[in-house]
Structure formats: structure tokens, C-alpha cells
């Protein structure tokens, strides 16, 4: 507006008031002095100054207009004005601000290289200060509250696309990318000039400026790719250059875009015609840099009597218990959102992500997209790598090999014979790193090696890697470690004929291992034990793995985080020895009791006083709880003893009620498991539990659900009818789960078993709603395998069915299906599909019956035909 203008005007024509420029100068001289109490005081009178709004307008008058003055003290008044900008910028008043500016875009020709320099930086600085109002502020920025002032600034951080200066430059493009993952109207508005001018800078002779645009176009990628596909052809030639680019942080920003477009359903079309170019520069980044090995010390090949430094050590986190069904063909399933377990080899000491990882990273994903379509291009590289005779080269063959594992396995198969041989070969090189990284690919083969005969892959590859669990270099240790680990996952009880072998090499681990690598052999023997299970349970074997662990755990003090580690050991080997760890549990038991009790009290008194008392650290009592719950699956009904002995009862019903979910989550876990070690015990607090249990199923934290509602099934088994009381106070419940679209599978099963449970035990009041939940029910189910849980449930369907035969009707075929995913039922569970099968056969008629089971698929036809004479 006219005003507007009018107030610029009259604030670009200040003037200075003569006395308070001489105090100015006079301060700004002093300031140069080397004697530190004038300086200090200088400083503390500066600091006065700050308060008058035109202070800031001295400041810039001294630099740019006040010609007659020497030029350290222009310049000197410059850099103060800058830290003013960058610590004060949002506070400035319009018109200071708009001095400011006007006098720096006036100044920036200055004759004085000096004057042009501190001008620059004070540009800097404001554009500093605004790329920081920007990350800070993005939200704000584009809403109503402030009239939309993005609305003005983008257009205007656009022009600033094309300034001299390489820095202006690229705080620019910086302010800008700030808003565009979240999609701000103001930019959405701007998009096509946005783009365009990130094209002009592509070639920008400023790394910093290459480095945004990457970023910029990678975010475009993931917000608005229907503005960038016309151009995909070339974006992708030059972030195919930008990955090569000379500077790596430009080379990894380009790189990010492989991994973004991976996820996009684009990706395909977009890439299939650049493969051959895009596969070698991936390949060709995946190898170590000069700096890598360096700060991997790759030269240094013994270490192992070298302690760790503390601040390697990786703070470990615990994951809570959950109870998940065994499935056919595989199995149980851990919780669904976390399968990324194995990622790319770990190089903890270098900065966490670099070029190698993110290139590694990339064409992991990219082959699961185009799967044996990029075998092409990579087999004839990999010929060369993995026989090359310099070591890094042949390592980061072995690590494409290990990072195509994945999406390339079906066309990698005809290979495997001659490479597993040779990388079980490289497992002996002489170079740490090779043997390391060899370790992690041979794990990403696991699954191969075990459905292979033993004597031909499993057997030398455990031989090999066992002996690289005692390297004498710390990486290969924890590489082989955790390869060892999926092995036994994979392997399982294929691993018994060798126990004696392995757990002697575990055991002497134990006296040769530093810190950290300790933590991850805890990791080794809970997987042996998970893997193995009763097999463990042998006389001899206990002698050689219980001394060691007990030792540590004597050792560890109740504050020390190693516990979780060990506790989560113990859970593992307690499990599987069963009756065998009786000799150990009772100072185990008292000791988890004790860590809960501990940090139950600490929790109440850091809410009492919180400024006298800190929070506890409640993971202690998580892991706590997880090691009860593997201690009572264990020894079943002998813990019985040890609960009547301590208050965990009244210890659990505080933690159910904790306001951190994990320890919820693991409470529900220990109370379904004492349910079935020892009810009796438990009994008496069923009218506690049980309301809690109801609140807690809330599908938004699916593991604490997942567990409540285990809890409840078991505990309906124990009680019977008596639970009669209790069924209103969680049926909606789980019938609002069992039909929530995107419920997780683990989550959906549980709920199945315990809404059958429920029946079961209470017919009359869960019959009525058979329609509601019938067809979920029976989808959920025919995947798991034969087991108690599954039992129980079928057979209170099979009890409702009988009460309301009317809630199946129209989903009977659903129910059909179940009943033959079933491989082996008890007799009498058999008769009872038997009798509800030919009921409704004999109520439909002849006519009817072979008309609906005329739609039936063939295999489930000849099913029920053999097992049921349908």
C-alpha cells in the first residue's frame, strides 16, 4: 500500500542522533583494546544497548555510511550487528529489519574488500537466521495467524536462487526445502517456478548449492512426483552424475533418491531403461573409502586384548514380550512393524550413514523391486569383484553379493554352490574387514544353506564361522556373533548333532571377549537356547553354560544396563531348560522381584518429589518382568513355590497399571503366563485384573492388546463359567478388534483364540454375537498351526454353534474352510466338526448341500470329503 511505502520511505531516511553515535564509536574503539577488563565491560555495555530497538540501525549506519571512519571499526560494528541478527532477528521491529536490509543490498559493492566481506556475512547471518526461523517455524509461516507471510517470502526466496553468492545461494534453496515435506500451500502454489529454477542451479560450482538441490529433489520425490515425472528421464541422468559427484556429501544426498524412488509404484518405469548405468555407480560406492579405513583402523587386524572405550558401547534397548502363534510352515512371527533386523553390515565407528551404507542400502531395495531383472547387470561386475586380488575390492563384492540376498535370491540359486564354498573360504582372509563382512553376507544366505544337506554347506559354514567367533580382531567377533545368531534361527534343531561344539566355542567366547562384544554373545546363546529348546536340557550342556552366566549375573550390580542383555539371556536358556534350570531359579526369581519392587519404589517417590528424586529407568523392571514370564513358562507349575513366597501379585497389579505401555505390556505377558504355571495364586485378584485387562484393549498399542488379550483367554480357560461376571467387560472389545481393517495378523489371531476361549467357558453369553465376528474369526485362524490355543478356541466355536447355529449360517463356508486347516484334531474336537458338518448337510438338504458345496475350491472339496464324509 501507498502507506506502507510511505513508512519505508521515512524509516530508510534515519538519521542518527549525533551523541549517541559518538558513544557508539567510542565503545566500538575500546573494543579493540587487548586489555580484558576493558573488553568486559565493553561487553556488558553492549549487552545494555541491545534494549533500544534502533541500536541495530547504528550498527549498519557505522558499517555502510560512516566513510570517514577506519575500517576495522566499520567492520567490527558489521559482526556485532550480525550475531545481533542471528540471535535477535525475530524480535527486530518491521522498520529496523527493513533498514537493515536496504542498507546491505545497497553496500554490497563496497569499495573496501573488507566492508564488501563483513556486508556478506551480515547477508549470511540474516539468511542463517531465516533458514532457522524456517525449520522452526515451518507450520506457522503458513497459516492464517500471520496473514500467510510464506505467501511473500517464497517468490522471494526464489530470486535469491540466482544470487552471486555461492552461500546466499544455498541458505536459499535450504529455506525453501523446509516446506516441502509438508506439502505448504504457499510452495504448492510455486511449484513449477521451484523446480525450474532447482534446474538452473543443477551444475552449481558451490557443493553446498548441488547438495540442496539433491535434497530438494529427493523430497519432490516423496510429495510431488506428479510435478517431476515429466522431467524423470532427466533427473535421473543427473542424479545419476550427482552420485559420482566428487564431493561425498553431495554423492550421498544424490544417492537418497535411489532410495526414495525405490518405495515409489514409479519406480519401475522410471528405472528400468537406467539400470545398466545405475547398477555400477551403486556397486562402485559400496566400496570403503580411504577415510573409512582409517577410522575403522582396517589396518589393525589384532585387538582383541584391547579394551573397549565406553562410548562405543551402543545403548541397548529391551523389547518387551509378546505372545505370538506358531504358523504352519514357519515360525511364530515377531510383532509385524519390526523386520529390520539384519540391516547392512554395521560400521559403528564411522558417522552412521555414508555413501557405502546408503549405496548398499539402495541396492538392497532395488532388487527387491526388479528382483532377477537386475541380476543382469550385476552378475558380469560380480565375476570380477569377488576374485579381484586387492582386498577392497573383493570386500565390497562380498557386500553386494550380501545386499542383493534378499530381492535376488530366486535367480541367485544356481550360483550358491560355487559361491557359498568360496565365501566360506574368505571367511579365513587375512584382511579383518573381508573376514567381517563375509561373516554378515554368509547370514543373508542362511536360509539356503540350511535346505541344503548338512555335510555339504551347513556343516563347513558352522565350522568356519564358529572359529570366527574366537578372531582375534573385535569387528570379525561381532560379525560372526551375529551371523551365528541367524544361523540358529534359520537352522533351529538342525544344529543339535553339533551342540557340545558349539557351546564349547560360546562358553570360551566368554573368557575372551571385550565389553561390548559380550553383550552381543549374550545375544547368541538366548537364540541357541530359543532355537534349540529342550535339547539343551542335557546334563552335561548345563554344566558348560550355566557356570559362566551365573558368574556375571553374580557380578553385574542391579544398576548396571548389562542386565537387560543377561536377563534376556536367562529368559531364553530358562525357557528351554525347563526343569533343568530348577537349581537356578531361586536367586533369579528373588532378584527380577527385588528390580521390580526397586523400581516401583523409585517411581513413587520421583512422582512424590520430582526435584529431590530422578525417574527410574523402568526398562530394568521390563526386562524383570520378561525373565519372570520366561522363568514361569519354564518351570511351569514349580515356580509355584516361589510365587506363594514373594508379593509379585500385588507388584503386577501396580505395573499393569503404569503409565508406560512397555511395562503394561510385559506385565500382561507374566500375568497370562502365571495363569498357567499356578492359578491358584492368581485366583484371588481375577476381580483386579480384570477390569484393568479391559481398559488395556485399546488396538492403537497393538502389543499391549495383543498381550491383554492372551491374558484373558488363558484366564478363561482357568476359570471356567466363574468367568461368567466378567465377559461384558471385554466382548464389544474384541469383536470391535477382530473386524478393525489393518489389524495386525499376530493381534487378530489372539483375539480369535480368546473371543473362543470366552465361548467356550460362557456359551450362553457370547453365542448371541456368532454373526458379528464368525467370518474374521475363521479367516484368522486357518493359517496358525495345530496347538492347545487353537484347540480350546474351536472347540468353544463348536459350542457356540451348537447354542446359535442361526450366526453361521451365512458364513458357513468360512467355518468349512477352518475346520480343515486343521491336520490332526483330538477325537472327540473331530466328532464335533463331524456333527455340526452333517447337521447342517442333513438341514440343507441333498439339492442345497451340493449346490453350495459346489463352490467350494477342489482341495478343500476332497478335505472335508477324506476327514468328514462331506
Request: hydrophobic content about 40%; charged content about 25%; proline content about 5%.
Amino acid at each position: 500500500t501507498v502507506w506502507h511505502l510511505l513508512v519505508s520511505k521515512m524509516e530508510c531516511q534515519w538519521k542518527p542522533d549525533e551523541q549517541g553515535l559518538q558513544q557508539i564509536l567510542q565503545l566500538l574503539r575500546e573494543s579493540q583494546s587487548p586489555d580484558t577488563s576493558t573488553q568486559r565491560s565493553v561487553q556488558q555495555k553492549l549487552e545494555q544497548l541491545n534494549q533500544f530497538p534502533d541500536f541495530n540501525n547504528y550498527l549498519i549506519f557505522v558499517l555502510t555510511k560512516l566513510k570517514s571512519e577506519d575500517e576495522p571499526t566499520r567492520s567490527l560494528s558489521g559482526l556485532i550487528l550480525k550475531n545481533n541478527v542471528k540471535a535477535h532477528y525475530q524480535n527486530f521491529p518491521n522498520g529496523v529489519s527493513d533498514f537493515i536490509k536496504h542498507e546491505c543490498l545497497q553496500n554490497i559493492g563496497d569499495s573496501s574488500p573488507l566492508i564488501r566481506a563483513t556486508v556478506g556475512e551480515l547477508l549470511f547471518g540474516a539468511f542463517g537466521a531465516l533458514q532457522k526461523i524456517c525449520e522452526d517455524s515451518a507450520e506457522i509461516l503458513d497459516s492464517d495467524v500471520l496473514d500467510r507471510p510464506l505467501n511473500v517470502m517464497i517468490p522471494k526466496f526464489l530470486q535469491f536462487f540466482k544470487h552471486s553468492s555461492p552461500k546466499i545461494r544455498s541458505h536459499a534453496i535450504a529455506c525453501v526445502n523446509q516446506f516441502i515435506i509438508s506439502r505448504t500451500q504457499a510452495l504448492m502454489l510455486h511449484i513449477d517456478p521451484f523446480i525450474e529454477n532447482l534446474f538452473a542451479l543443477a551444475g552449481d560450482e558451490e557443493p553446498e548449492v548441488r547438495k540442496n538441490v539433491c535434497r530438494a529433489l529427493v523430497m519432490l520425490l516423496e510429495v510431488r512426483m506428479d510435478r517431476l515425472l515429466p522431467h524423470m528421464h532427466n533427473i535421473t541422468e543427473y542424479m545419476l552424475q550427482r552420485t559420482q559427484d566428487q564431493d561425498e556429501n553431495v554423492a550421498l544426498e544424490a544417492c537418497e533418491f535411489w532410495l526414495t524412488l525405490a518405495e515409489q509404484p514409479v519406480c519401475k518405469d522410471v528405472l528400468c531403461g537406467h539400470l545398466a548405468k545405475l547398477v555400477p555407480v551403486l556397486v562402485n560406492g559400496m566400496k570403503y573409502s580411504e577415510i573409512d579405513i582409517i577410522l575403522l583402523k582396517g589396518d589393525v587386524e589384532e585387538d582383541e586384548a584391547i579394551p573397549d572405550s565406553e562410548q562405543d558401547i551402543r545403548p541397548r534397548f529391551h523389547r518387551s514380550r509378546t505372545v505370538a502363534q506358531q504358523h504352519e510352515g514357519g515360525d511364530s512371527i515377531e510383532d509385524e512393524e519390526d523386520n529390520d533386523e539384519d540391516d547392512l553390515d554395521d560400521d559403528d565407528t564411522i558417522s552412521d550413514w555414508n555413501l557405502r551404507k546408503c549405496s548398499a542400502a539402495a541396492l538392497d531395495v532395488l532388487a527387491n523391486v526388479f528382483r532377477e531383472d537386475l541380476l543382469l547387470h550385476i552378475l558380469p561386475l560380480l565375476k570380477e569383484l569377488l576374485f579381484h586380488p586387492e582386498w577392497v575390492i573383493k570386500e565390497s563384492g562380498i557386500l553386494v553379493l550380501g545386499a542383493i540376498a534378499e530381492g535376488c535370491m530366486q535367480g541367485m540359486i544356481p550360483y550358491l554352490p560355487e559361491l557359498i564354498p568360496h565365501l566360506v573360504q574368505c571367511l579365513s582372509d587375512k584382511k579383518a574387514l573381508v573376514r567381517s563382512i563375509t561373516c554378515w553376507t554368509l547370514s543373508r544366505y542362511a536360509h539356503w544353506v540350511v535346505s541344503q544337506p548338512a555335510d555339504a554347506y551347513l556343516k563347513p559354514l558352522m565350522t568356519e564361522l564358529l572359529k570366527r567367533i574366537l578372531d582375534s580382531n573385535k569387528r570379525v567377533q561381532e560379525a560372526a556373533c551375529s551371523a551365528f545368531a541367524t544361523l540358529e534361527e534359520e537352522a533351529c534343531t538342525e544344529l543339535v548333532p553339533y551342540l557340545a561344539y558349539i557351546l564349547d566355542t560360546l562358553v570360551f567366547a566368554f573368557s575372551k571377549y571385550q565389553h561390548k562384544n559380550l553383550l552381543i554373545l549374550y545375544d547368541a546363546i538366548g537364540t541357541l537356547a530359543d532355537s534349540v529348546g529342550l535339547h539343551l536340557n542335557k546334563p552335561e550342556y548345563i554344566q558348560m553354560l550355566m557356570p559362566p552366566l551365573i558368574q556375571k549375573w553374580n557380578q553385574l550390580k542391579d544398576e548396571d544396563k548389562d542386565l537387560f542383555p543377561l536377563l534376556e539371556c536367562l529368559s531364553s536358556v530358562a525357557t528351554a531348560l525347563q526343569s533343568g534350570f530348577l537349581p537356578y531359579c531361586e536367586p533369579v526369581y528373588q532378584r527380577c522381584v527385588n528390580l521390580v519392587q526397586k523400581t516401583l519404589a523409585q517411581a513413587m517417590l520421583h512422582q512424590t518429589q520430582p526435584e529431590v528424586y530422578e525417574a527410574p529407568d523402568k526398562d530394568f523392571m521390563i526386562v524383570a518382568l520378561d525373565l519372570l514370564s520366561g522363568l514361569a513358562e519354564g518351570l511351569g507349575g514349580n515356580i509355584e513355590q516361589l510365587v506363594a513366597r514373594s508379593n509379585i501379585l500385588t507388584l503386577m497389579y501396580q505395573c499393569m497399571q503404569d503409565k508406560m505401555p512397555e511395562v503394561r505390556q510385559s506385565s500382561f505377558a507374566l500375568l497370562g503366563d502365571l495363569t498357567k504355571a499356578c492359578f491358584q495364586h492368581v485366583k484371588p485378584c481375577i476381580a483386579d485384573f480384570m477390569p484393568i485387562l479391559g481398559t488395556n484393549l485399546n488396538p492403537e498399542l497393538i502389543s499391549v492388546c495383543n498381550n491383554a488379550t492372551w491374558a484373558i483367554g488363558e484366564i478363561s480357560i482357568q476359570m471356567g463359567a466363574e468367568m461368567q461376571p466378567y465377559v461384558s467387560m471385554v466382548l464389544h472389545h474384541l469383536i470391535e478388534i477382530i473386524n478393525r481393517p489393518n489389524t495386525p495378523k499376530t493381534l487378530l489371531e489372539n483375539t480369535a483364540i480368546t473371543i473362543g476361549r470366552l465361548g467356550y467357558v460362557c456359551p450362553q453369553e457370547v453365542a448371541p454375537m456368532l454373526q458379528q465376528f464368525i467370518r474374521p474369526w475363521c479367516t484368522s485362524l486357518r493359517n496358525i498351526r495345530d496347538n492347545e490355543e487353537k484347540d480350546s478356541a474351536f472347540r468353544g466355536i463348536c459350542t457356540m454353534i451348537t447354542v446359535n447355529p442361526g450366526g453361521v449360517v451365512q458364513d458357513f463356508i468360512f467355518f468349512c474352510d477352518a475346520v480343515a486347516s486343521w491336520v490332526n484334531p483330538k477325537d472327540d474336537l473331530r466328532d464335533m466338526f463331524c456333527k455340526i458338518l452333517h447337521g447342517f448337510k442333513n438341514q440343507a438338504g441333498e439339492e442345497n448341500w451340493r449346490r453350495f458345496s459346489d463352490q467350494f475350491p477342489l482341495p478343500l472339496k476332497e478335505r472335508l470329503a477324506a476327514f468328514y464324509g462331506v
